[in-house]
T-cell receptor, first 110, second 114 residues
């Protein structure tokens, strides 16, 4: 069964810093990997989706990479802003299911 | 385009009581998911529908949880009777068959069982 781990569980950085969030998965047989943002009391908002054949995806200040062979993905956030404060989750698709990590709670301090 | 709607947003019940949640997916989305998210954890799939048929309910505690999707549109998730450990946020998501990712999530229903 696919296991997805996110480290660190919480991260606090000053505004303007670049940061990296990590996602690891145990089974490399995945179809895709998706990064989400979750704000308190709200559902999940998709940020980036990387297909298994891709190495990275970019959207604005966000860049997600995928190394399927090593079972890792990173989400890079450039020039962090207080509005980036949220919980970030990754999810991998294995078989017909999506498996979520436990998330990284990010706080960007003004 | 309207998003995924869920109601109620919050519910507080006593253990052993029953509760039902409702989800209205994005129009035309054939796939609908219910996830359970316990505080501090990632969402866990409870059940997946495609149109009005069940694709995967392997992680649904069928002794107390039930779900249906009549006419392949709206869906309800019921818990009867509730236990303390059912306290969680229940998320509904819907997806168009052509989409690669998980799809679009509703705001969730936060359930507290006392």
């Amino acid at each position: 069964k696919q296991e997805v781990t996110q480290i660190p569980a919480a991260l606090s950085v000053p505004e303007g810093e670049n940061l990296v969030l990590n996602c690891s998965f145990t089974d490399s047989a995945i179809y895709n990997l998706q990064w989400f943002r979750q704000d308190p009391g709200k559902g999940l908002t998709s940020l980036l989706l990387i297909q298994s054949s891709q190495r990275e995806q970019t959207s604005g200040r966000l860049n997600a990479s995928l190394d399927k062979s090593s079972g890792r993905s990173t989400l890079y956030i450039a020039a962090s802003q207080p509005g980036d404060s949220a919980t970030y989750l990754c999810a991998v698709k294995s078989g017909n299911q999506f498996y979520f990590g436990t998330g990284t709670s990010l706080t960007v301090i003004p | 385009e309207a998003g995924v709607a869920q109601s109620p947003r919050y519910k507080i019940i006593e253990k052993r009581q029953s509760v039902a949640f409702w989800c209205n997916p994005i129009s035309g989305h054939a796939t609908l998911y219910w996830y359970q998210q316990i505080l501090g954890q990632g969402p866990k799939l409870l059940i997946q529908f495609q149109n009005n048929g069940v694709v995967d309910d392997s992680q649904l505690p069928k002794d107390r949880f039930s779900a249906e999707r009549l006419k392949g549109v709206d869906s309800t998730l019921k818990i009867q009777p509730a236990k303390l450990e059912d306290s969680a946020v229940y998320l509904c998501a819907s997806r168009d068959l052509g989409l690669a990712g998980v799809g679009f999530f509703g705001p969730g229903t936060r359930l507290t069982v006392l």
